[in-house]
């Protein structure tokens, strides 16, 4: 075996595969793929084959269009379409709301009735089935044979697979991958792919990566030969846990199960092309749920049960990108549906390894998005688990998960939970999304909306929303992502990754986004001076490690010395914001306050030293006040008894989002992210063209769509997100992100469009078109 290659993949599966071919289609030639024993013999085998393209995430959908439309080249593709069931009236929301997103990607999903379903799927029972959807362009595919025929594709490109080759090590120098090492020998190296599936924990630990990855025993059966049908569409029943595909005169059918069985970390060594033990007694949930809809089977004759490990993460979404390991890269934890993305995945793959960044925005499966909790194991055991037995279930607005919780807490969270807090969680952290007591005071009727944005809805969120406009709210922002960039190189390095002027006057704040090299926005944050070589970046909860990762990134390609530093844990955040705040701190300190809009300034509040921040996320005067976390609890309290007197609320974060909504202020994520440019999100007073940064050349300052916001006529119809924009009757774009405005009384949507202020829209709310303006 050579003793070199540029780029090395470890996983010989339906992953490592299409990784491989679509290196090659970018002129790739010195790949190598590894695997331990032959291809397909870690999860691809025995993978059930169903392939459905439509998600709740835009990115995932598109990845999925086109791995159709790769599969449609090959010999192993059958496109028999896809029919979702509803067997209740909530899940006929769901569906509705699906078929509103199918159309801002172009995909002729459509609502079917009961009886058309049973036409097409004559082996089912109708009863209990309240509606349902059709996607004509779905269909199932052999994982094997697919594997096999992206390898070709790789081979003829000019890749090299070697099978039957053991990874025994990976050698990291100096923070980057050098050298493969097997049973077979060394090989030197610039990348390496972790394309290992249920293996890819492991493989990782060899780089001192954690990849949080649990294999889960999933079932399935394959029925004996029993009806005369041909061309079924694959069938998948969500209420009742089950799906169902062709398999000659028989059928696939299987589930999710609410008692998991998660699986063994390390896998053995001796695993391969191996299937775990039959499960009868776990599996009768499924078999019982499935024979209520297809009446035939609890007659038919199984001719084989899967029960084969497959690789969750915690999130139910994909482990891709770069590691914090330089040149060390993971295309993993498929989750069960990696066979409907594989052409995608290889895709977003080759275009990261060559091009350094993918051309869509993948933040939501990039393996850095998992905070430092998820070193442990136990931590993503439990998570892992409730998502797996809560795969089918409907993810209504605002939902929270409950494993693992609390984790992460604020040094005020026990103040909050005696005074009635109600509490979300984002990345560990336990965060305000509202007191509930603050609902004491009368609320409109015409401010709860309607449907499915009722279910996260609460009067306490108005009564916050109104004091902070009002008198002064008091937030808990500790959960805020804080990095700290410090040293001779700092400013240099901050200004060539910052759009916006960043190096200027100690005791300067400034906000800023962080480009890519398309102009798309890859961070968006404040950056505070705190001396010549300090200096301080705040940024959203979730996107800490993001962020951390991408300024070390681009440190390491400059060369730079800069030391980048993530000290979330180190400081509290305790922002003051509404017309009284200057009364409520000045009673507080003897410093003086007149601090302009954008400074920085240390204080001491009553007996607690803090860094202000004149800054603001609601559109109020105010400050966000910093302090170590042994004087958290302190400065809370502090602020909080000398509010009282001035009619302070303390609010959540439920609050924070109304607020931030009718400011028109963006959130990254979803109104910002890599495919968005500041010109286009109305940004484009921070960036700062007479300078040089990352992505200035890709720049343009008359785009043709921006993000503009619109106001609903009809002021309980708020939406969730995702929901398609229509402008002259066409699908002109989406949702970003929207809500309710309680100091302007309106349902407010912000979504890119090509329309000018005052233009007529059309917003599809769960099947339904609701008029509004453009602002």
């Not at 002129?27 to 397909?40: F, H, N, Q, Y």
């Not at 390095?493 to 100690?506: T, Y």
Request: hydrophobic share 35%.
């Amino acid at each position: 075996m050579s003793d070199s290659a540029r780029i090395v993949i470890i996983g010989g599966g339906v992953g490592g595969a299409s990784v491989a071919y679509h290196l090659t289609e970018l002129g790739e030639r010195d790949v190598l793929v590894l695997d331990r024993d032959e291809l397909t013999s870690g999860s691809t085998f025995h993978s059930a084959g169903l392939v459905g393209q439509l998600r709740a995430d835009p990115t995932l959908t598109r990845m999925n269009q086109y791995s159709v439309e790769l599969y449609r080249k090959l010999d192993v593709w059958t496109e028999c379409g896809g029919i979702k069931l509803a067997s209740s009236p909530e899940r006929m929301e769901e569906i509705r709301r699906q078929i509103g997103w199918a159309r801002t990607y172009g995909l002729p999903l459509e609502e079917i009735s009961v009886a058309e379903a049973a036409k097409l799927f004559p082996l089912m029972d109708p009863e209990g089935v309240v509606g349902a959807a059709y996607l004509p362009t779905d269909g199932q595919i052999d994982p094997s044979q697919l594997c096999y025929a992206l390898a070709g594709l790789a081979r003829e490109g000019g890749a090299t697979i070697r099978t039957h080759t053991r990874v025994l090590g990976i050698d990291v120098e100096r923070g980057r991958v050098r050298r493969v090492r097997t049973d077979r020998g060394d090989i030197d190296c610039e990348v390496v792919v972790n394309c290992g599936g249920m293996f890819a924990p492991e493989i990782g630990r060899m780089a001192g990566v954690r990849v949080p990855i649990i294999p889960m025993s999933h079932q399935y059966v394959v029925t004996e030969g029993f009806h005369e049908h041909t061309g079924l569409p694959t069938l998948r029943d969500p209420d009742l846990l089950v799906y169902y595909r062709q398999d000659v005169q028989g059928l696939v059918m299987g589930g999710y199960e609410r008692t998991s069985a998660p699986w063994l970390d390390p896998v053995p060594a001796d695993f391969n092309g191996r299937l775990l033990p039959e499960d009868w007694d776990r599996f009768t949930e499924i078999s019982d749920n499935a024979a209520i809809r297809v009446p035939t089977l609890a007659d038919v004759g199984i001719r084989k049960m899967i029960n084969g490990p497959e690789a969750f993460t915690p999130d139910n979404e994909f482990c891709l990108g770069e590691t914090e390991v330089g040149g060390f890269y993971v295309a993993a934890g498929f989750c069960a549906h990696g066979i409907a993305g594989a052409g995608g995945i290889g895709m977003v793959m080759a275009e990261w390894i060559v091009e350094g960044e993918p051309s869509m925005d993948l933040w939501h499966m990039d393996v850095r998005r998992f905070g430092r909790q998820y070193r442990s194991p136990s931590y993503t055991r439990k998570r892992v688990v409730e998502n797996y037995e809560t795969y089918y279930d409907i993810r209504y607005p605002g939902h929270e998960r409950a494993a693992g919780r609390p984790l992460r807490t604020s040094p005020a969270y026990a103040w909050h939970a005696g005074h009635g807090a109600v509490f979300g969680e984002k990345s560990g952290w336990e965060r305000v999304n509202y007191y509930a007591p603050n609902a004491a005071e009368p609320y409109r009727k015409e401010e709860e909306p309607r449907g499915w944005a009722a279910r996260g809805w609460h009067p306490a969120i108005g009564a916050e929303h109104r004091a902070t406009r009002t008198s002064a709210g008091l937030f808990d922002e500790s959960s805020f992502a804080k990095i700290e960039v410090s040293g001779p190189d700092a400013a240099g390095l901050l200004e060539w990754v910052c759009a916006n002027r960043v190096a200027r006057e100690p005791g300067q704040v400034t906000y800023t986004q962080a480009l890519n090299r398309r102009g798309g926005i890859e961070c968006d944050f404040t950056v505070t001076r705190r001396g010549e070589e300090d200096f301080l970046i705040v940024t959203g909860t979730a996107f800490g490690s993001h962020d951390l990762g991408w300024l070390r990134k681009q440190a390491r390609l400059r060369g730079s010395g800069a030391r980048i530093a993530d000290v979330t844990g180190q400081y509290s955040c305790f922002a003051l914001w509404g017309p009284k705040a200057r009364d409520i701190l000045a009673t507080l300190t003897a410093d003086p306050l007149d601090a302009p809009f954008m400074s920085a300034r240390e204080l001491t509040v009553g007996d607690v030293p803090v860094l202000a921040l004149r800054v603001t996320f609601v559109g109020e005067f105010g400050w966000e006040l910093y302090c170590s976390t042994e004087y958290g609890r302190a400065l809370w309290d502090t602020l909080w008894a000398a509010g009282e007197l001035h009619g302070l609320m303390a609010c959540g974060y439920k609050a924070i989002d109304s607020l931030r909504l009718e400011k028109g202020y963006r959130v990254w994520g979803a109104d910002l992210g890599p495919e968005t440019t500041p010109y286009e999100a109305g940004l484009g007073f921070c960036v700062k063209m007479d300078k040089e940064f990352l992505g200035r050349a890709a720049l343009d300052p008359s785009p043709p769509r921006r993000l503009r916001r619109i106001t609903l006529d009809d002021p309980r119809a708020v939406v969730l997100g995702n929901e398609p924009v229509r402008v002259g009757g066409q699908v002109e774009g989406r949702v970003t992100s929207g809500g309710y405005g309680y100091t302007l009384g309106a349902s407010l949507a912000y979504a890119y469009l090509n329309a000018e202020p005052g233009t007529a829209v059309e917003v599809e709310l769960f099947g339904e078109r609701v008029t509004g303006t453009v602002g």
